[in-house]
């Protein structure tokens, strides 16, 4: 006898839901567990499984993708193999009882473990009630009438199992089943090995290893903000163009990244708490402005150190920030040239980037993120005027200062920047 698919309850108060789609075709066989077709309820999509074991006939007023389905409503039948379902089968489309048959505990768990639909089953207990023996004579009787389907040992999974193996690319056909009669769960499918894909592995190196620690330290010891502002680097181009035509060949012309990193000195010593570093019994505040600029290498980003930046003038800084470089990309810097700092500096603009979220390094309490240098227009004195404009990105730890005092140290360098002959000439 041609057994009834019906629309489930997916959750307590759910009345009805949309089909979706069919995941078998009409004529299929089916068996108990296989994912027959999709239905949306209150909150998502899930897929819906076979409960009984059969050869799928459609009904010819079945629902299509889209059309609401009442909880219950008959949408097919599973038939045993070579079974013909009569027309007023193939029509039928009205809702069955959403609640099943009265049955025990023992009874329910019996069914769950061997994939029953308890409301499929007949009852031959006193006033209607399902025995354990009623289910495995219903159990019997799919097996016995569907051969053709019973016979196959084909693996059945859930759909969380499926769509975690689509996700992880494992074929979990070929998994071995930890659920009632070998069905694969998502436990099953977590523990099985991802599927290799082509490509090589690169090992970790040690300052790699250290990098992530550091920049996952950032993130997650630490309460990192982030403000960012656009400032006006007119007059800071001009200075440096300076340096490039009155110095001689072999003199060292500042970088940007060295007028920054000797402006940011300036602006911490106003505001002083930018560099504090949290300690569990209170802030310490180092007395001294040692700032790290942040190198790329082929070994990874290295952070050498510029000691006593306040108290340097701009063409020793650039030669001793020149000499760290060389040292950082030939791979000879020391543990003490990148220890210790007090606040970091680091510079995309030469690779072509706009604004950037900077990382904090611990125990530093901030970083600075620079951008390239544009030439736009902007309006000065209700002029529309070609200025270069420049972005900052501070991230700091809100552990330590709140938002209105990093805000302020911000805008202070910000007025250093656009404003640093004041500031850089003795």
């Known amino acids: 006898m041609a057994i009834p698919v019906t629309v489930p309850r997916l959750g307590w108060s759910m009345e009805e839901g949309t089909f979706l789609q069919w995941l078998k075709n009409d004529g299929d066989d089916v068996r108990a567990g296989e994912p027959l077709f999709v239905l949306e309820g209150e909150k998502a999509a899930e897929d819906v499984e076979a409960l009984d074991a059969g050869t799928l006939h459609l009904n010819s007023g079945g629902p299509r993708p889209g059309d609401r389905v009442k909880v219950g409503e008959v949408i097919a039948h599973l038939a ?37 639909a308890i409301e499929q089953v007949s009852a031959s207990g006193p006033t209607g009630r399902i025995t354990e023996e009623d289910i495995r004579r219903h159990r019997q009787s799919v097996e016995t009438v569907v051969p053709a389907v019973a016979v196959r040992n084909e693996p059945v999974a859930s759909p969380r199992a499926r769509r975690t193996a689509r996700e992880r690319g494992i074929d979990w056909k070929s998994l071995q089943g930890s659920g009632p009669n070998g069905r694969i769960r998502e436990r099953d499918v977590c523990a099985a090995p991802a599927r290799k894909t082509d490509g090589r592995l690169i090992p970790h190196t040690t300052v790699r290893r250290t990098i992530a620690a550091r920049m996952v330290a950032g993130v997650t010891q630490a309460a990192p903000v982030t403000l960012t502002t656009r400032i006006d680097a007119t007059n800071l181009v001009s200075f440096r163009e300076q340096f490039k035509s009155t110095g001689t060949t072999d003199a060292i012309v500042p970088s940007y990244t060295d007028l920054i990193v000797k402006l940011c000195a300036v602006a ?110 902007t309006v000065v004195n209700d002029q529309v005027v070609v200025r270069d404009r420049m972005t900052l990105s501070l991230t700091f730890d809100h552990r330590i200062v709140d938002g209105a005092p990093a805000a302020r140290f911000l805008d202070t360098l910000r007025r250093c920047l656009e404003q640093p002959v004041p500031w850089l000439v003795p």
């Open 80 to 116: 045993a193999h070579g079974e013909v379902l009569t027309p007023s089968q193939n029509v039928d489309s009205k809702p069955v009882p959403a609640l099943a048959p009265p049955a025990g505990p023992s009874a329910r768990r019996l069914a769950r473990s061997l994939g029953v």
């Open 268 to 377: 911490l010593r106003q505001h002083p708490l930018l560099q504090a570093q949290w300690r569990e019994d209170g802030l310490f505040v180092p007395e001294r402005i040692d700032i790290a600029i942040a190198v790329d290498t082929d070994g990874g980003l290295l952070v050498p150190v510029l000691r006593s930046v306040d108290q340097l003038g701009v063409r020793p800084l650039a030669a001793q920030a020149r000499e760290l470089v060389e040292l950082a990309r030939a791979g000879r810097l020391s543990a003490e040239q990148m220890r210790d700092a007090t606040f970091t500096v680091t510079n995309l603009g030469s690779l072509g980037i706009d604004a950037f979220t900077p990382i904090l390094n611990l125990p530093q309490c901030a970083i600075l993120g620079v951008g390239r240098i544009v030439r736009e227009p």
